[in-house]
């Protein structure tokens, strides 16, 4: 279980420190474009949200003596299911990006268009590049959410164990 703690944590943090700055210096696009973006970036603060929650979990199966809050479960369980969407969406995308580069060149280059700031990604190589990120995103999310779950229900078996198992004065 501690491979699977320092996996989770290495990644907990990456996921913390990468959707956490990312979701900071987007919401000043997210207010200006209005509700559908805001909503967007509450779905992706679960990732964040769920780490957090993490972190502390982490902290009480390191530390026994330091007990887990009651609403972390609820946030590693029900942030958790959120992230893990993300994740998945993330891995979709980066799959679609990865099978279908000549198809979306040739959307990108159509000249109704936008595509300021990408002129060094619209070539195959750079849409390539693009799914292969959103593969690796996607993948720390999900294989995070799954370690977090695992650990969670391992921190509680562990507690459980130990509450039913017989004290020095039990006399048995």
Known sequence: MKISLK????LTWFNLLWWGLNLISSLPRAFAIGLPMLVFVVVLASIPLNCYAALQLHK???HPS???GSQVPVGIRFVGMAAQ????????F???FLLYTAQLLAIIKDPGVKTEGMQEFLNPRGI???GGFLLFLGVCIVTNV???????????LVRQSDAEAPG???GR
Do not use: E, H, M, T
């Not at 996996?7 to 290495?10: C, G, K, Q």
């Open 66 to 68: 330091v007990k887990l």
């Open 146 to 156: 799954i370690l977090n779950f695992r650990l969670l229900r391992w921190y509680y």
């Open 7 to 10: 996996i989770a944590s290495v």
């Open 168 to 170: 020095p004065n039990d």
């Open 85 to 92: 969407f993300c994740g998945i969406g993330l891995i979709l």
């Open 60 to 62: 009480s199966i390191r």
């Open 128 to 130: 390539r590049l693009i």
């Open 94 to 96: 980066g799959f679609f």
